[in-house]
């Protein structure tokens, strides 16, 4: 039997709809982004990119992604590991403080290190009395972008690891295995693919942070602006070959990022056709 | 979905009662590597995000209640808290129509482009926000590809509150539509086919029995749209015009009030803030048991 559907003008209607909203919301944005870059020609499009000021940001935004992601990943295993291979008390409250980054606004993940950090904030006065300057600075960038990518590696293992169960870590361990030794030949080889979809998605959400960043910096040009600041200080100043120009290289991170991610869907599909 | 599995679930240990009473707070494991683990989690959550988060309500607290009720009860503020809500909430039912729609259709149909199609709809949760603030607002300007014909027909999107519920549609589509499609793909065609054989029409079939099944993903999906858009920041300043009153954001507020040095309301809105998105994470939790249990029934 032919599964029931639709009279084939009500799917003709419904693809046409769906196709469009996609279009005009998503498609021509992106489009839009790559045309307006490349409007005044190629050389004008590197000339864009080469700017020294452009230059600082593309490199700030390398060296936070660069910190903050592996801070991010060495966290996410160790929570997944506590939380997936024991038993306690107040696990799901854990689970929801892990989670709670995601549910606030990016710009109260920048006010909070300003109320820490600021000449008015909890450690402001003492901060100044000896000197050091924290708010404004690379540091404040990436303490902000640690707090916006916190639970995404922790978040894809979460479920990974809680599917996978814990027998085979408790059969080596039987046989003798040390703790590392568990952690780097049994579980480890099991979530290497969901570990690195997570690290995709920090990263992406790591160097396209834009709110958080934005309060902490301080817009300072060539020392603490990001690609995300850099696009917005010359969108605002109408250069905007110059501002679609970065724009577009953090489109084709995004671009990158979601291919990495289709493929990997598709390596974790055939793994799980494999194992019944 | 899988639950967290109750203690009695694991091998390791026999269900005995008196051994359960025994238990702490941890349940002994064979298994090394606990204290490490948790106490680095612990202690770089609390570096991370709880002693940060406490330090802007313990300054909160030291505004006093009317200080914080005048900060966040003028006019302007209202407005900010007011167009925040109201247009995530706006675009979050525009998303709940438009992303089943797309939703239904990547799974129910075949068509050129479709995988294509879905692979697009990950691109806001992927592109960077302030890439995709400039680009909508490049599009929908009066000179734009879209907006010099909305121009023609008398509609202004950018720098109006309808260029933010247009921007807070863009960020929160995926979120719908990556929430009702594993469901819809899961949804037992022989229930649709006995439908059919009681002579329901397909009308009837999709109001009864698909919507139904669907409707707790929906609503969750909706909601994640919804939080989301809430406090979402880069995309909407470049597209909202930022008028005061009209078009200006909540996120925007707090930044504008960081900038006048006014800490105090700043973080009083930040606040406020702060309790709405903690009260739509444990709505949010109710939901996925309830959808969870749903689906298992």
Redesign the interface.
């Known amino acids: ?1 032919m ?5 084939r003008w009500v ?1 003709y209607t ?2 046409t ?3 469009l ?2 279009t ?7 489009l ?2 790559f045309a ?1 870059a490349l409007r005044q020609g190629l050389s004008a499009y590197f000339t864009a990119l080469t700017d020294p000021d452009a230059w600082a940001a593309i490199k700030l935004t390398l060296l936070t992604a660069a910190v903050a992601v592996p ?1 991010n990943l ?2 996410g295993v ?2 997944a ?3 997936t ?8 409250l ?1 689970i ?6 995601f ?6 993940g920048g ?6 950090f ?1 000449l ?3 450690f402001g006065p003492w901060l100044r009395a000896n000197d050091i300057q924290i708010l404004f600075t690379p540091i404040a960038i990436i ?1 902000a972008t ?2 916006v990518t ?1 639970p995404f590696v922790a978040r894809e293992l979460l ?1 990974l690891m ?2 996978q169960g ?2 085979e ?2 059969a080596a ?2 046989l003798g295995a ?2 590392w030794q ?2 780097r030949r049994v579980t480890l080889p099991n979530i290497r693919w969901g570990l690195l979809y997570g690290v995709l998605l920090c990263n ?1 959400r790591a ?5 958080a960043v ?2 902490v910096s301080g817009h300072i040009r060539g020392e603490t602006n990001t ?3 850099h ?2 200080i010359m ?1 605002n100043e109408y250069a ?1 070959t110059g ?2 120009a970065v ?1 577009s290289l ?2 084709l ?3 990158v ?2 291919v990495a ?2 493929l990997l869907d598709a390596v974790l599909e055939r793994r799980e056709q494999r194992v019944p | ?2 639950s ?1 599995p109750s ?1 009695l679930d ?3 240990l026999p269900p005995s009662p008196t051994y359960l009473r025994r238990w702490g ?3 002994p ?6 204290g ?3 106490g ?2 612990l202690f ?2 609390s570096l ?6 406490g ?2 309500i ?2 909160t607290a030291t505004l006093g209640w009317d200080a914080f009720f005048n900060a966040i009860s003028t006019p302007r503020v209202l407005a900010a808290l007011r167009l925040s809500i109201g247009g995530a909430l706006i675009a979050a039912i525009i998303n709940a129509v ?1 992303g089943s ?2 939703a ?3 799974v ?2 075949r ?1 050129p ?1 479709r995988r294509l ?1 879905d ?6 949760f ?7 603030g ?3 607002t ?2 929908f300007a009066q000179n734009g ?2 907006g010099a014909p909305l121009d023609k027909l008398g509609i202004q999107v950018a720098y109006t509150p309808l260029g933010v519920i ?1 921007a807070l ?2 960020v929160g ?1 995926p979120f719908v539509v990556r929430t009702v499609q594993p469901v819809l793909a899961d949804l037992d ?1 022989e229930i ?2 006995a ?2 054989c009681l002579r329901a029409s ?1 009308w009837q ?1 999709i109001r009864r029995v698909i919507l139904p099944s669907l409707f707790p993903a929906l609503v969750t999906g909706t909601a994640l749209a919804f ?1 989301r858009a ?5 995309s909407v300043i ?1 597209i909202a015009g930022n008028l005061p009153m009209v078009s200006e954001i ?3 507020l ?2 504008i009030k ?1 900038e006048e ?1 006014s ?1 105090a309301e ?2 009083a809105i ?1 606040t406020v ?2 309790s709405f ?2 009260l ?3 709505a ?2 109710g939901l996925q048991r309830w959808s969870r249990r749903y689906e298992e029934a």
């Open positions: 039997m599964p029931p559907t639709e009279p799917r419904l693809i709809v769906a196709m909203f996609l005009g919301l998503v498609v021509l944005p992106l839009l982004v307006e801070l060495i966290f160790s929570a590991w506590a939380i291979k024991f038993d306690f008390k107040g696990k799901s854990l929801t403080l892990i989670d709670l980054p549910s606030v606004s990016p710009v109260i006010l909070i290190f300003v109320l820490l600021g008015q904030g909890w303490l640690i707090f916190f479920p809680q599917e814990r027998q870590e408790e361990r039987v040390s703790g568990i952690f992406a160097m396209g942070e834009f709110g934005s309060v690609m995300p600041l696009v917005e969108y905007f501002a679609f724009a953090l489109a991170l995004a671009l990022t979601l991610k289709s | 979905m899988t967290l203690p694991s091998p390791t707070w941890k349940r494991s064979v298994l090394p590597g606990f490490l683990t948790m680095f989690t770089w959550l991370i995000v709880l002693i940060p988060l330090g802007m313990l300054k438009f729609i797309i239904w259709v990547l129910r149909y068509f482009g199609a692979a697009l709809v990950d691109i806001p992927a592109l960077p926000t302030a890439v995709a400039i680009a909508l490049t599009l590809w879209l247009v549609i863009f589509l065609p649709e086919e439908a059919l397909r079939t939080a809430v406090g979402e920041y880069g470049f909540a996120p925007l707090i930044v960081l040095f800490y700043a973080t930040g803030m702060l998105a903690f739509m994470l444990l949010l939790n």
